[in-house]
């Protein structure tokens, strides 16, 4: 099986910068994608970053310009650095992978999600 770990949430002023981290560990063969998800209270959870293997990422309109999403491929590792943060940002921030994995004799490919950060910006 695969585990994701985020790090880095917390509380910050609006205007400030967060970095969020996101370690996958197990039995992993290769990610073909990972990213970052987030949802606020009564709201739907949203896509705010994703970094494919290729190297193309994806970003949410709400953070083009503002978050940054990258990843270190040899420690499985995805970041999100967010800057000029708003309060609108407030949320449990996760993140999740796509990954194969080696399981009873065989490859098997699975999304697997970490357990969430809080992100709060203060105004």
């Known amino acids: 099986q695969v585990q994701l770990v985020e ?4 509380l910050v002023q609006a205007g400030g ?10 039995s992993i063969f ?4 990972m990213g970052w998800y987030r949802q606020a209270p009564g709201k ?20 083009k310009g503002r978050f ?5 491929n040899a420690k499985n590792t995805v970041y999100l650095q967010m800057s000029s ?16 994995y080696y399981s009873g004799g065989s490859y098997v490919t699975d999304t697997f999600w970490g357990q969430g950060t809080q992100v709060t910006v203060s105004s």
């Open 7 to 10: 790090s880095g949430g917390g």
């Open 17 to 26: 910068s967060l970095r969020l981290s996101c370690a996958a560990s197990g």
């Open 30 to 33: 290769s990610i073909n994608a």
């Open 44 to 63: 739907q959870r949203e896509l705010v970053a994703r970094v494919i293997r290729s190297g193309i990422t994806n970003y949410s309109d709400s953070v």
């Open 68 to 72: 940054t999403s990258s990843t270190d």
């Open 85 to 100: 943060l708003k309060p609108e940002d407030t949320a449990v921030y996760t993140c999740n992978a796509d990954v194969i």
